[in-house]
């Protein structure tokens, strides 16, 4: 067991209250603080230099990045952020342009979404520049969608295209807010979580807090272009597919929604969001375990989503 | 301008909204999110090793400070913390046992003040252990104290005795969490602000946000054990009163109050906190300015308080 399991196991014995909904292990915590008819959501996310992005991004990108991530967490819980908090590490020798692009990217984000930064924290970090932004929502008591709730027969969706984000959407990409917020209120979505560590572990992690598993279709996997071009450099082994199930930081929503609405979710999202891709993946089923059908036939799944925290 | 005076400057241009009671520059943010007669308090606070706490620090001591500096902002606003999230950022070569120890610290803090502990993230920090703490609070609309507020004539309080904290007392601070709900709702409370940066120092920022000044009673500055015996190691020119103004990290609390409030408070207190001392330190005047009075007579203050972010 690495120090990550073991936090991962020391988190659930922490305190709690009845007044905590969704504790660790869910995109977001949910809290009832009182509201009349909405949960609170709580987020905290963390991007290291190095980790998350290479010492050579923009600045811009890293300040984009480090607020877009923690509002991905509020898009898959169906919720609306509200306000935000941002620490920032400082490493040895930034200079004044820097700090004032990374702040340019984080408002310009927070702006389109309506976000109040209302504070945060500076301190030093020697060695390398690190951010953590904790993030204020708010979700209706009725929509809040969590990992939990996948039924047998329920049809897999996941927006965008997948793979490859690394070499580049990864500094970039737009948290789906409203897209998750449009569905959960006009759908019978049942679970939903947003993919950082790749199509095949979200999936297991959705499948495994709901009790399910599920038989994937190799050929309605959305690729991406980066994946593709990734594949080609990276020689026989490293097919596009595998790319798009286990390279990670795509950002993108996976849900699982009840069956009668696949077909009049996929015609109404082509109207409502026409520059989305949204693409049916599969089916939940009874049976625990994940299963991806291809022209070779259907087989268990082996690939592993990409692995954070790796060291530089 | 160095970069934390840069950031200080950006943060206020950041977005807000309506919502947004209290913004960048207090002890916690404050949030109207429609709770019926309460305001949300939200605060983030890191600590990071060689700059915090030395890398030698007890695991128990250093979880326990990431979490009591956060909840002692809650208590600088007169609030109750309901949860919070963890970040950690782990160095390279940390075992089992320093990570368990930490979350215990963290463990035992939390549950004395009925905090749940509901997620957070974990990272790489290759080179030094980080931590950052978000709590979320809330505090009754009518009772929120905030740094401005204070007027001419108020009476000076602070709480426990100052000075030589690095020491050892800033690693077990307990936050005065019951001390500032107790005085808040019993008396004229104006302003309030925890002790972070040394008195000289956060009195200026109670001082500025107010838009007063104060006269300093020197001998009725508590001095503690700590920073005599600081004082004493450090030769002539570091007195220790002078210690007790500017060493920072003590994490007291620092308020003003209506004059005729002060000696029914006095009294109050000694029966309600016996074991918590209280001092009336100094008063509030219209004229700005830090004024010292001692046996020498009546000087301006030039302490600066104890000055975080100096690299390690």
């Known amino acids: 067991m690495n120090e990550f399991e073991l936090i991962a196991r020391l988190i659930p014995l922490m305190p709690s209250h009845p007044g905590v909904i969704v504790g660790p292990g869910d995109d977001c915590a949910v809290i009832d603080l009182g509201l009349p008819d909405r949960y609170l959501l709580f987020k905290t996310d963390a991007v290291v230099a190095g980790v998350h992005f290479d010492a050579g991004a923009p600045p811009e990108k890293i300040g984009h990045k480090a607020l877009a991530r923690a509002l991905s967490d509020i898009a898959a819980m169906a919720g609306t952020p509200d306000c935000a908090l941002v620490t920032i590490g400082l490493a040895r020798g930034f200079d004044a342009g820097f700090v004032v692009a990374l702040y340019a990217g984080l408002r310009a984000l927070a702006l389109r979404h309506h976000v109040a930064i209302v ?17 204020l929502g708010t979700v209706p008591k009725a929509r809040c969608l969590r990992r939990a709730g996948a039924r047998a027969g329920d049809a897999l969706f996941v927006t965008g295209e997948l793979g490859g984000a690394l070499r580049g959407r990864h500094l970039e990409f737009e948290p789906r807010l409203a897209e998750a917020r449009w569905v959960a209120e006009r759908f019978s979505v049942h679970a939903m979580i947003d993919l950082s560590d790749g199509l095949a572990e979200d999936l297991r992690h959705l499948l495994q807090a709901s009790g399910v598993g599920a038989e994937l279709l190799g050929r309605a996997i959305p690729i991406s272009q980066a994946a593709r071009q990734s594949a ?3 020689g026989p082994g490293r097919t596009p597919l595998r790319a798009a199930l286990s390279d990670g930081e795509d950002f ?9 609405d696949a077909v009049p979710l996929t015609d109404a999202w082509k109207r ?15 049976e625990p375990g994940l299963k991806l059908r291809t022209s070779a036939g259907l087989r268990e799944m082996t690939e592993h989503g990409y692995v954070h925290f790796q060291e530089p």
């Open 119 to 135: 504070g945060g924290e500076t301190t030093t970090n020697p060695e390398r520049l690190l951010l953590s932004v904790s993030v």
């Open 232 to 234: 080609r450099r990276n």
């Open 252 to 260: 993108e929503l996976l849900f699982a929604v009840a069956a009668p």
């Open 272 to 286: 409502q969001f026409p520059c989305v891709k949204l693409s049916c993946i599969g089916r939940v089923t009874a």
